[in-house]
């Protein structure tokens, strides 16, 4: 099963972009599905979580810009981005973390650049 992360690209400050994080399988046990982001340079950081509860938490830097959303049918993660920043630009990977081996899987990355 692989992890197919897309929706990213090139978008001015202030526009909106919507990530889609979808499974090529059916994945059991998910207790979490994760967007991290990694820029030039720097670690990769995790920017939002959704547990399988439905609660969400976001990085401090992205809070009240960015939505994390899922969709078990579709079997699908979301990364709502509004208001985007310069700052924001990074390659972004989503993780699905389960309960059984291999407890994790990532997706590809997908680019955004946000330009000034």
């Known amino acids: 099963v692989q992890l197919q992360a897309s929706g990213g690209g090139l978008v001015q400050t202030g526009g909106s972009l919507r990530l889609s994080c979808a499974a090529s399988g059916v994945i059991v046990s998910i207790y979490s599905m994760d967007w991290y982001r990694q820029a030039p340079g720097k670690q990769r950081e995790l920017v939002a979580y959704?547990?399988?509860?439905?609660?969400?938490n976001y990085v401090d830097s992205v809070k009240g810009r960015f939505t994390i959303s899922r969709d078990n049918a579709k079997n699908t993660v979301y990364l709502q981005m509004n208001s985007l920043k310069p700052e924001d630009t990074a390659v972004y990977y989503c993780?699905?973390?389960?309960?059984?081996?291999?407890?994790?899987?990532w997706g590809q990355g997908t680019q955004v650049t946000v330009s000034s």
């Open positions: 959704i547990t399988n509860g439905g609660i969400e």
């Open positions: 993780k699905w973390n389960v309960r059984t081996a291999p407890y994790y899987y």
